[in-house]
Structure formats: C-alpha cells, structure tokens
C-alpha cells in the first residue's frame, strides 16, 4: 500500500511516520518539491496513517492515490437504449463494482459539437483487480482496461490482471 504526502520536510515526515507505523513502513521516498511515498505493508496501517490527527499540526496532507484502491476499465458494445440504473441491475461481475458510466461521444456537424450517448461504458471496480469480463444479461463482455492516469485504452492482450 502506497500513500502519498504533501510535506514541507522529508525529515519532518520521516519522524512523524516512524512514531506512527515503524514496524510496518517498507520506505519512504521523496518525490519531488514537497511531496512523498510511503510504502506500506497493509492497508490497515495506511488508513491508520491517513486519519491520524498527528499531520494536521504540521498541515501535512496525507492521502491515498486513487489508482492504488480501485481499477478503472471500459466494456463496449452496449446498446445505448438500456439506462444506467438497468445495467446497474444487471450487470454481474467476480469484482465488486463500484461505479458505472457511459461515455459520450462528441460529434461535429456544421461546426457545431454536440454530445451523443455511446455504445461504451466506464466501469469502476473495487480494488486492484480487473475481471476479465463481465455478464450483462447473461451475455459475456470483454473488460479492456483504461489507464486512469493518462486516459488511454491499453489492449487487453498486454496487461496482466
């Protein structure tokens, strides 16, 4: 488990971490002006860190990066006239999911730019783990995974999940 600190100090930190959590810290690592990495050994130990008052006194921001607690991936193929709150009935999955939204896609008629429903979903999953599909009506959709840093689509085939 990672978790990321705005911080003033690498040696401010460093104390205030150890004091808290010293058995459980595999590292810590500055990034760059004013913030740091914690590696952690579990989860139980980073939410611990995160809501301890103890940062607060220094106004040290302490939290945990979103790509390190959920997944995000995109299913396409989905028929535009089923409504969220129906595939959200539905849709069934080995992960928990935690958010579903379709995508728009933007188009340009007359140099006007209109927003349209697409056939694409974004689906959040709990966790680090990807399913490799999902079952919509008892019909199997390949998940393709979304890189939540960039945006970009990676090919299923070159990842590992």
């Known amino acids: 488990m990672y978790i990321r600190i705005n911080l003033p100090y690498i040696s401010v930190l460093s104390k205030i971490v150890s004091e808290i959590a010293n058995a459980n810290i595999l590292f810590i690592k500055q990034l760059g002006s004013g913030k740091a990495i914690v590696k952690i050994r579990s989860a139980k130990t980073a939410n611990r860190l995160v809501i301890n008052t103890t940062f607060e ?90 890189c939540l840093r960039s945006g970009f689509v990676t090919c299923a085939t070159e990842w590992n999940i």
Do not use: W
Not at 81 to 90: A, P, R, T, Y
Not at 111 to 118: A, G, L, M, N
């Open 57 to 146: 006194k220094y106004k040290i921001r302490v939290f945990i990066s979103s790509y390190r607690i959920f997944r995000t991936s995109i299913v396409k193929g989905i028929d535009q006239s089923l409504s969220l709150e129906c595939l959200k009935d539905n849709i069934r999955s080995p992960v928990k999911i935690l958010e579903i939204q379709r995508l728009n896609q933007r188009m340009t008629v007359n140099h006007e730019t209109t927003y349209i429903s697409s056939r694409t979903l974004y689906i959040k999953f709990v966790r680090q783990s990807l399913s490799k599909d999902i079952i919509l009506f008892n019909a199997k959709y390949v998940v393709e995974r979304m």
